[in-house]
């Protein structure tokens, strides 16, 4: 090929932009760093040269990119509101399952509880040949002569004490007679009521075992309340007292109930506001039929 032929190949490949990597030199640079090659304007950044739009995102106005990026990661409005109405149904629908589960497990404990003291009286009633406790010996409860016994720890003043219920805040001391569960004494520990059909009165010692003729039918330990305390437990419950009754406890309201026999259950009120309706009635004279209270 003749030379003259050769430059003018060449001459028309560069004219077309081919091998502008290699002969950088030939392609004219503008203003500003940029440069023409193969009708491409390409910029220079330092010795190498960069697309235009890499260009671009370097430059600089102010010392701030010239382009506009939206910030990752927020939340519109909206989607924040969305977010806050889903945990407000979900809380709404899981709030009461809560507190019935809370419920549930306060009212298990509370039968537990009664459980554990109906099996210090048994241990009581077997040491003591078949007799019922008292209601207290000098300052303690009949509570606090299990405790001398050793038949119960003497755990005081802590919330989830054996000796109340859950529901009761009262702390308790050595003499267990507040913040307690009450004891049928007026007609286990002694009994002087009105006969029933008779007239008279029925003065009695304290109730032996073999004497109670429905054992799965006599109460011997129960909620109870302080009256001039509302809320507060007490370690006696007797029908015809005027300061200290029997208690409820849980919702609806009920009557955790342990009877001679040593099972436990809750006796729902039919009227919460008489606690000494339904089976609970009856228990200001001795010998009715339909007296869950007494011996007979």
Excluded at 240 to 264: C, E, F, K, L, Q
């Amino acid at each position: 090929m003749r030379k003259g032929n050769f430059m003018s190949a060449d001459s028309e490949r560069r004219d077309k932009g081919v091998g502008c990597r290699k002969a950088t030199k030939v392609c004219p640079k503008l203003g500003g760093g940029a440069e023409t090659c193969g009708g491409r304007p390409r910029h220079w950044k330092g010795d190498a040269r960069m697309p235009a739009h890499e260009a671009l995102r370097e430059s600089r106005v102010g010392g701030k990119p010239t382009t506009r990026r939206r910030q990752a990661g927020g939340f519109s409005l909206i989607e924040l509101l969305v977010v806050i109405s889903i945990i407000a149904i979900l809380m709404a629908i899981l709030l009461p399952a809560l507190k019935l589960a809370k419920d549930s497990a306060r009212q298990l404990k509370c039968l537990s509880n009664l459980k554990q003291l109906g099996s210090a009286m048994q241990f009581y009633i077997e040491d003591q040949e078949d007799f019922f406790p008292p209601p207290s010996a000098g300052a303690k409860s009949y509570l606090g002569i299990f405790v001398d016994s050793g038949y119960l720890p003497p755990v005081y003043g802590a919330r989830e004490s054996v000796f109340k219920c859950p529901y009761d805040n009262t702390a308790t001391n050595s003499a267990l007679m507040l913040g307690v569960y009450g004891y049928n004494y007026s007609h286990l520990g002694t009994s002087s009521y009105p006969a029933y059909g008779s007239g008279g009165w029925a003065s009695l010692p304290s109730a032996r075992l073999r004497q109670i003729r429905h054992p799965a039918e006599t109460l011997a330990l129960l909620d109870s309340e302080f009256l001039i305390l509302p809320g507060t437990g007490y370690y006696l419950v007797d029908p015809a007292a005027t300061n200290y009754s029997v208690g409820s406890r849980g919702s609806p309201a009920g009557v955790n109930i342990h009877w001679v026999d040593g099972h436990a259950a809750q006796y729902k009120l039919p009227n919460p506001s008489d606690r000494y309706a339904g089976m609970l009635a009856h228990g200001d004279s001795v010998g009715n039929p339909d007296n869950f209270w007494d011996r007979f």
